[in-house]
Each structure stands twice: as structure tokens, then as C-alpha cells.
């Protein structure tokens, strides 16, 4: 009887050449040990140098002589092993994205290094209410600011999580045990896992829902037990309930054994949207975010491997938790672009999602204020079933919104940033005590210098864009980091008008706090959120109120709920429009739509006013009326017009080349490769190639074709072949890149 065992191995290269698995023996002593997933070593190469790899593997015959093949050196301790299902989804990302194998497998797999066992803390309130109540009192009184943010979440919740404490509170260390010394609570510490949520007297608690949530989580769960998982959008408006339902089809799944991937942006993670969830789950759920160490996420994949959680949420990384009776995935905010990986592979969440789902024989729960032109494509044409949710029950009626014309205010004589409108409403909302956010898509003082009288234009010498003007006087390159005095005079000419063009986030702060001293102006953007808290630190400024004014970028419009929020400002509200991209249109719809749903949220009615030199452009007449089902109308019949997605599929491939004539003549050849593929059928063609709109970082030129077809897999296919052609043809001068759609 034959007992011999041979395993493919991924060796853990990154290089097109060696992307493709190599076979070895399973040496006795590892023969019913080794698994599908476990990290190994074995000699490789000529020179038999020990490397890494992955066993993808196992087979009783060999596929090439056994006198050629080499044996396994040792499975490696200390590493998560990957599982079959996670590998089987790391060739369909390998093959839909590119990359190399290897690089699909460390996305694909959460955790590498195992970490050793660490206590949990939690803190638990140990007064009654009465004694509670008067220590916050005094709290207030002496401006302990911290303390009263603790004592206040105790309040409501007698037992917290200590990270969550630390981290989304942001109370210090000596706060919490200057409170536990005088009496008022105390840290349990065990030895457990580095688990950030801990179990709660008020878990599974119930919320009274709408007629119209029940249905939606009826009819997903119907499907669900007859076998038939579906697939479902849910638009709703902002503030229209979809977290209760999210949370509502989450205890369903749970209540019948299975397990449940939450999806939320990065930004949308807060202290209120996970509590909503930890307060319903208790100790069965977890949450994944970038912010975690090591170890963390370690117990958390172990957790999950195990079985011992529920329900995991987190950005985009989540949807690789190790579940093995995985019953939903649900993605809130679907058409984020945080969805989407800017790292190979450059895969999307949604469509990874799909995957998953229809593998695992899982519900798949798309929703958004604002889908995404792909995804309600799908749900038009029967992909989707589609749920709309179009009355606010969080409290308050959608926004008044004002559009102002910004030609009219220059011809009237008013230069400022502000349009009359929106300072009369600052003046009246302020004076009442109610809050206010200014929202730009902007960051640094001024989008690019240029010179008046020549129009020179300050640019980085590395890379083909304009250099951004920042505070001190200088000029920043926000693709590689080059930085500039600035100048005094023209280089070009020698004219002394040479100044900023377009208006950011700190010229805007300047100005407030020049026309209203009085109010506390809080900043956020890229520039002042660098910092681990920081972020957060801010938002919770601003939601207790000790601020008045919060002035940002897109991040500050991202599901945050300030019930005493207004008025929303959106200043220059178009520039999005001019960006070199078929989404223009449907981002700049997205964002003013969400900046719009951020006014009015609690019991004062809320105001908008949206400035713009394109007052009459369908995205922001549809934004300001938030009818979602009008912009999509135009919007689709743009794309139907010019053959964009998602009427047709686009493939990009971008080539990055020390030579720029070495890097065209690999673009003209991957066109040869697609036209020739496409034939005369019609249903695809190609564009290109041609510089990228950024011709030059870093010194590397960049060229870019795009292949346009009506059949995804046709592009993969296309990509394929083109990556047969580069291993034949390989070249350390030429890199080349794919992304879908």
C-alpha cells in the first residue's frame, strides 16, 4: 500500500516568475500532521536556501518524477496556519485581480505570527446611581472633563469594555485608577483573550422596530431558511434606521448558529455604533480595526477560528475573519471608497463579498444613503433584491437646502469664501447656541500656486502635479513628499503675483476665527488627524459640545451623528466635479448627500446651504433634493452613452517605467494582446495606450490602456494573457498594474 504524500507549496516570493505552486514530499514524521494552510519550510533553488511557503495542497501521487522532487524541512512554529476556504478564495482574488499568489494569501490570511496569551480588563461602576449621580455633579463643576465622560458612560452602561474606555473615550490610565482608588469603580483584569468588547448585563437587548425593518429582516431570513441565501441592497436615507436592521439581521443569523461579518468604514467605527452592537451580542461579538496591535487581532482570528465569537466588525480586513459556519455578510455605507484596496491586489470588498457569499452559502446585505452605481445596476436588474427606506426615524426631517450660485456672489461684490446666505445663517445659529460644520474637499491652505500674470504653475520636480501651499510657507508634494520654500517671485517671469489658487481647510479655519471670535473652531482633516486618537479625540469634542464650529474634509460628513448640528456649510461644493474621472459626478452626489444628512438630526430642524459655480449640474440638484432614483436616471444614461461601467466592464492596466519609451512600447504590446483577443465581436475594445493623467512620480514614467467589455471574465482573461506574455518577456525596468472597473 502506497502511504507517500506530496504537497503543493506557495513559496512565500513575490515575483510573476515563481508564482505558481512547487510540489515536495511530506516526510514521514510530518504525515498526518501538516494540513492544507500550514506555513512550512523548504529548500528552494539550486542552492537549496530555506524558505517559507504555504501548503496549498495535499495529493497521494506525485505530478513530476519523486527522484526530482525535495522534501518539506519542518511545518513553522509560531504561524497561523491559512484555511482551504481562505486559500480557494485567494486564487479567485489571484486570478480576478492579479498579483502574485503569495501576495493573495497574506491578504487573505488576518494573522501570521502566533502571540501569546494576555489578560483582558474591563471596569465596572461599584456605586449606586444616587452616589453616581452626585459624583458627576461635581465633575462638572471642576471642568474634569475626562472623569465626566467615564462616569457619564457608566452611567448608562455599568460595565465597559477598558479599551473601549481608553480608546474611544480617550481616558487615561491614572484617570481610571484615580476613580478606582477614591472608590467610584474597578478593573477586573484576567487572562484572556485581547478581546476589546466584554459581556454585559444589558446584552440582547430588544428596540422596537418599524413595520418596514421588520419586513426586510423577515424576508432576508425567510430566504435564508429555505436554503436560497439572496442578495440585497437596502437604500435608505440618512438616519432611516438601517444599523437596527443590520443588527436585527445579525441576531437572526446568530440565533440560528451562525456567524456574521459586519462590514462599517474605518471612519463610521465609533464608540455609539459599536456599543450598539456589543450591547446586543455581549461577549459573542469582536471588532477588527487598524488601530489594533498584533496580538489583538491574533485572539481575535483564534476566536473566531474557535467559535467563541459571533459577529466580527471591522473595515474592509473583517471579511477574511476565519468563520466556519458563516450564515451574513453585511457592508453598511457599500459604496465607500475605503472598500476598495489601493494594495495588491487591488481587489474590491463588495465583490470579494459576493464570492464568499455564494460560496459559504451566506445572506449578502449590501446598504448605503447613497449606493453605488454598480450595485443598484445589479439591483435594476433583478442581481439585487433592492429595499428602500425612505422616512427618517432617528429623529428630525431631512434638511431645507440652499443653493447658492457663487458667479452671483462675485458679481454682487462679494470675494470672501463665504456666500451672504451662509454667513446670515452662521450668525443666526450660533447665536442660539446650535453647532455648525463647514465642509471642503480639500486639504492644506490652497489647492496649487500660480502666477497671475504668465500662469506658471509651481509644480514637483519628481512628479507631473502641482505643488500644495501649507502653512509656514511651504510647498508640499502630496504623492512623494517633496517640499519647496515658497516662492517670492515667478520662475518663469519674474512677476511678484504669484499666489494660492483655490481655498483648504486652514484658510477657511483662519477666516472663521476672524469673523467669530467668540466660538471655538475645531479642524479636521489629513493634517490633524495624523496622530493615533486623534480623530476621535476631535468628533468627541465636538459631540459634548465644547466646540461650535467644525470645519473638515470629506471625513467629517462619514455617518457621524451631532444632534445640535444645524447647519452644514458646503463650500465650493463642484470642485469634486472637475476631478479626471467617470465618477466624478456620482462622488460629488455622494459626498454633498452625506454632508446634507449630518443637519437636523436631533430635535432642531436642520439647514444646508451648498455653494457651487455649477448650481444647474444634476448631481447637485439631486444631492440638495436627496433623490437618489433622479441622479442615478442621468447618471446612468451618461454611462450607457460613453460605455462605462457599470453598463460595460473597464479594465486599467497601468505601466510604470524607468524608460518612458520602453514603458509605451509594453502598453502598445499588452493592446496587441487585447485587440486580437477581442477580435471583431463587438462587445469590447480598447483606449490607449496613452500617459497617465499623472505622467511622472518618482522620476517613473506612467503610461495607461483601458480595455472596455461587456463581460468581466473576457477582461480576466485578457489580464491573464497578459501575464503570460510578461513572464515571457520579463523586465526589472517595467511594472505593471490591473484594476477592475
Known amino acids: 500500500m502506497n502511504t507517500d504524500l506530496y504537497a503543493d507549496i506557495i513559496i512565500e516570493i513575490s515575483h510573476e516568475q515563481l508564482d505558481r505552486p512547487f510540489q515536495y514530499i511530506v516526510p514521514d514524521e510530518l504525515r498526518g500532521v501538516l494540513r492544507v494552510g500550514d506555513s512550512v519550510n523548504v529548500p528552494f533553488g539550486r542552492a537549496n536556501k530555506v524558505i517559507s511557503g504555504y501548503c496549498i495542497e495535499l ?8 527522484d526530482k522532487l525535495k522534501n518539506i524541512i519542518e511545518i513553522r512554529s509560531g504561524e497561523m496556519g491559512a484555511e482551504g476556504n481562505m486559500i480557494a478564495l485567494a486564487w479567485w482574488m489571484r486570478s480576478h485581480y492579479g498579483g502574485t499568489m503569495i501576495q493573495a494569501l497574506k491578504t487573505v490570511i488576518p494573522v501570521k505570527k502566533k502571540m501569546t496569551v494576555k489578560t483582558h480588563k474591563r471596569v465596572d461602576l461599584s456605586v449606586d446611581r444616587e452616589t453616581l449621580g452626585a459624583v458627576i455633579e461635581e465633575c462638572e463643576r471642576k471642568h474634569h472633563t475626562a472623569r465626566l465622560r467615564l462616569l457619564s458612560a457608566l452611567l448608562n452602561e455599568p460595565t465597559l469594555p477598558y479599551e473601549l474606555v481608553r480608546d474611544k473615550l480617550g481616558v487615561t490610565s491614572p484617570t481610571i485608577r484615580s476613580l478606582e482608588e477614591k472608590g467610584y469603580l474597578r478593573v477586573t483584569e484576567t487572562e484572556y483573550y485581547r478581546n476589546p468588547v466584554v459581556t454585559d448585563a444589558q446584552a440582547h437587548t430588544q428596540y422596537e422596530l418599524s413595520p418596514r425593518q421588520r419586513e426586510i429582516i423577515t424576508t432576508v431570513m425567510d430566504s435564508f431558511d429555505r436554503g436560497t441565501p439572496g442578495r440585497y441592497l437596502i437604500h435608505g436615507i440618512t438616519g432611516s434606521g438601517k444599523t437596527e436592521v443590520y443588527i436585527g439581521i445579525a441576531d437572526e443569523t446568530v440565533r440560528r448558529g451562525f456567524q456574521v461579518i459586519v462590514l462599517i468604514p474605518e471612519i463610521s467605527l465609533t464608540y455609539q455604533t459599536l456599543l450598539r452592537f456589543y450591547k446586543r451580542f455581549g461577549d459573542r461579538v469582536s471588532v477588527v480595526n487598524s488601530s489594533m496591535t498584533q496580538g489583538e487581532r491574533y485572539d ?38 475605503s472598500y476598495r484596496s489601493e494594495n495588491v491586489p487591488r481587489y474590491k470588498a463588495v465583490n470579494c463579498a459576493e464570492y464568499i457569499a455564494g460560496a459559504r452559502g451566506a445572506s449578502l446585505v449590501l446598504g448605503s444613503a447613497t449606493p453605488s452605481m454598480e450595485s443598484y445596476y445589479k439591483a435594476e436588474r433583478g442581481d439585487y433584491t433592492l429595499f428602500t427606506m425612505d422616512e427618517r426615524l432617528t429623529g428630525g426631517a431631512l434638511p431645507t437646502v440652499h443653493i447658492v450660485d457663487l458667479r452671483d456672489e462675485l458679481r454682487s461684490g462679494n470675494r470672501t469664501i463665504f456666500s451672504d446666505k451662509l454667513r446670515e445663517l452662521m450668525d443666526e445659529k450660533l447665536s442660539r447656541g446650535e453647532q455648525v460644520m463647514l465642509f471642503i474637499n480639500r486639504r492644506g491652505v490652497a489647492g496649487f500656486i500660480s502666477c497671475r500674470s504668465c500662469g506658471y504653475v509651481v509644480k514637483c520636480p519628481h512628479c507631473d502635479v502641482s505643488m500644495t501651499e501649507h502653512r509656514g510657507g511651504r510647498l508640499v508634494c502630496h504623492y512623494c513628499g517633496h517640499t519647496a520654500p515658497m516662492p517670492k517671485t515667478c520662475p518663469e517671469c519674474g512677476s511678484k503675483y504669484i499666489a494660492g489658487f483655490r481655498v483648504g481647510t ?21 493634517d490633524t488627524t495624523k496622530e493615533r486618537g486623534s480623530m476621535e479625540e476631535i468628533l468627541r469634542t465636538f459631540r459634548d459640545h465644547n466646540a461650535d464650529i467644525l470645519i473638515g474634509t470629506q471625513m467629517i460628513v462619514k455617518g457621524h451623528d451631532f444632534p445640535l448640528v444645524t447647519l452644514v456649510g458646503i463650500l465650493a461644493a463642484d470642485m469634486s466635479l472637475s476631478i479626471s474621472d467617470y465618477r466624478a459626478a456620482e462622488r460629488t452626489f455622494q459626498l454633498l448627500t452625506q454632508a446634507a444628512g449630518r443637519a437636523g438630526r436631533g430635535e432642531q430642524p436642520g439647514e444646508v446651504v451648498i455653494q457651487t459655480y455649477q448650481p444647474e449640474h444634476y448631481s447637485v440638484v439631486t444631492a440638495a433634493s436627496q433623490d437618489y432614483r433622479a441622479f442615478y436616471e442621468e447618471e446612468i444614461e451618461f454611462r450607457t452613452l460613453a460605455s462605462y461601467p457599470p453598463v460595460r466592464h473597464l479594465l486599467e492596466i497601468l505601466v510604470i517605467s524607468d524608460d518612458e519609451d520602453e514603458g509605451f512600447a509594453a502598453a502598445g504590446a499588452y493592446k496587441a494582446i487585447a485587440d486580437e483577443h477581442i477580435g471583431g465581436s463587438g462587445r469590447g475594445y480598447s483606449i490607449g495606450p496613452a500617459p497617465a493623467a499623472i505622467v511622472k512620480i518618482r522620476d517613473k514614467y506612467r503610461h495607461v490602456l483601458y480595455v472596455k467589455h461587456t463581460d468581466m471574465e473576457e477582461l480576466v482573461s485578457i489580464k491573464d494573457l497578459i501575464e503570460k506574455y510578461m513572464q515571457a518577456h520579463p523586465s526589472r525596468r517595467v511594472l505593471t498594474f490591473f484594476d477592475f472597473d
Do not use: N
Open 300 to 337: 481575535q482570528y483564534l476566536r473566531a477560528r474557535k467559535g467563541e465569537i459571533d459577529v466580527i466588525i471591522g473595515p474592509r480586513s473583517a471579511l477574511f475573519t476565519p468563520f466556519t459556519r458563516l450564515g451574513a455578510i453585511i457592508i453598511d455605507e457599500e459604496h465607500e471608497s
Open 506 to 526: 486652514e484658510q477657511i479655519e483662519t477666516e472663521v476665527a476672524r469673523m467669530y471670535p467668540q466660538s471655538r473652531v475645531l479642524r479636521m482633516d489629513a
Open 59 to 66: 495529493k497521494d501521487t506525485p505530478d513530476y518524477p519523486v
